[in-house]
Nanobody, 124 residues
Framework: QVQLVESGGGLMQPGGSLRLSCTTSGFNLDYYAVGWFRQAPGKEREGVSCISAGDLNTYYADSVKGRFTISRDNAKNTVYLQMNRLESEDPAVYYC?????????????????WGKGTLVTVST
């Protein structure tokens, strides 16, 4: 049974850092693209970052480029999203999702399994 479980969300301060984890099971992580998406209240879900099968390619949305880093540890069946220099636009529910086997990109419509999300909120 394919599962993806996000963790690591919480209260953020602007300028601070958080690391999100996506723990997977039921499939060979190295063979699949995995993406991070986020959805803020009143907004559509948007792609944040993607790591291709075999770690051949990474992708970042312009809004997070230079601040976020995606990586994976196949031995731990986990994909990470390191988020640095957090900004006021970053709070959202963050989701990880599995992309195509052997995939290079993480197009929303091609993602077949999704986690339930982890909430990142901002302190005031």
């Amino acid at each position: 049974q394919v599962q993806l479980v996000e963790s690591g969300g919480g209260l953020m301060q602007p300028g601070g850092s958080l690391r999100l984890s996506c723990t997977t099971s039921g499939f060979n992580l190295d063979y699949y693209a995995v993406g991070w998406f986020r959805q803020a209240p009143g907004k559509e879900r948007e792609g944040v970052s993607c790591i291709s099968a075999g770690d051949l390619n990474t992708y970042y949305a312009d809004s997070v480029k230079g601040r976020f880093t995606i990586s994976r540890d196949n031995a731990k069946n986990t994909v990470y999203l390191q988020m640095n220099r957090l900004e006021s636009e970053d709070p959202a529910v963050y989701y990880c999702a599995r992309g195509p086997k052997g995939g290079y990109f993480c197009d929303y419509d091609d993602m077949d399994y999704w986690g339930k999300g982890t909430l990142v909120t901002v302190s005031t």
